[in-house]
């Protein structure tokens, strides 16, 4: 019978190697809920964090077509630990599954050229002004479709603060661009980054990102890098980061 683990230590083995941000935050207690298939001795488990599940240890169909791994959400990312849990997310939910690939990024710290990041940050255009996230723009940000996966997993503004942390590129009043955390975990944040229709491939992203990194490198804190395309890895790249490799996923239609 699938479970909701209390103590997240009960999981450690399962998810020991796992280099994903919101594994360590749901490790640490601070976000994110871990299921296994036996809360005593599990040998399969599951990470959910926002809109993705990571799944490890022997594949289990119960734990993996349980409703409340998913919630009330229509649409889950699953990120398998091995093939035998792709073959069982392919034959439990078939046609409605599409399998991706997802491109990961070295963790590292201390491999940014901190003087190039700042010269990104002062080449952006005067017409715009670029913010750290406090309290009113994380509620703006909430109240935004486009950009609200960089604040959604936080409850409130005072567990973003702790374990937060974002820019924002305005246009006048409005956000135009956001680089701010998915997840938070002890020193470091799994970045998300958002650009309004209409203001894409003006480089803000670009600057949002850079200061958010300054940020972190002012913190020592680890700005996680997870990509969905080509085109983040590239941004990533430019950045100062590293390409790792590329790794299976499912984007889920879920019950």
């Keep these: 019978m699938a479970v909701k683990l209390e103590n997240p230590e009960k999981a450690e083995k399962l998810f020991a190697g796992w280099q994903e941000g919101c594994i360590w935050s749901a490790m640490q207690g601070i976000m994110g809920d ?7 001795n599990p040998v399969s488990g599951a990470v959910v964090s926002g809109d993705f599940v990571f799944l490890a240890g022997q594949p289990d169909k119960e734990l993996l077509l349980w409703k409340l791994l998913c919630g009330e959400k229509k649409f889950m990312i699953f990120v398998p630990g ?3 849990w792709n073959e069982m997310i392919e034959a439990c939910y078939g046609s409605k599954a599409e399998k991706v690939i997802r491109y990961a990024i070295k963790k590292e710290r201390n491999i940014f050229d901190r003087e190039r990041l700042e010269k990104v940050v ?18 703006q940000c909430m109240s935004l479709e486009w950009c609200r996966d960089g604040v959604a997993n936080y409850p409130d503004y005072a567990l973003y603060r702790q374990y937060g942390l974002g820019v924002v590129i305005q246009k006048g009043e409005e956000i135009v661009a956001s680089c701010s955390s998915y997840a938070g975990f002890r020193d470091g944040i799994e970045i998300e980054i958002d650009t309004k229709e209409g203001y894409r491939r003006l480089g803000l992203a670009y600057v949002c990102a850079a200061k958010l990194i300054l940020e972190c490198m002012d913190r020592q804190w680890l700005p996680s890098w997870d990509a969905h395309n080509l085109m983040s890895v590239g941004l990533a790249k430019k950045l100062g ?14 019950p």
């Excluded at 002062?122 to 509620?139: P, Q, T, V």
Aim: proline residues 0%.
């Design 82 to 84: 091995s093939d035998d």
């Design 241 to 254: 980061y590293h390409f790792d490799r590329e790794y299976t996923a499912y984007e889920v239609q879920t």
């Design 34 to 40: 871990i299921y296994v298939d036996n809360e005593d």
């Design 122 to 139: 002062m080449s952006l255009s005067g017409e715009y002004r670029a913010s750290f996230i406090d309290e009113e723009l994380f509620h």
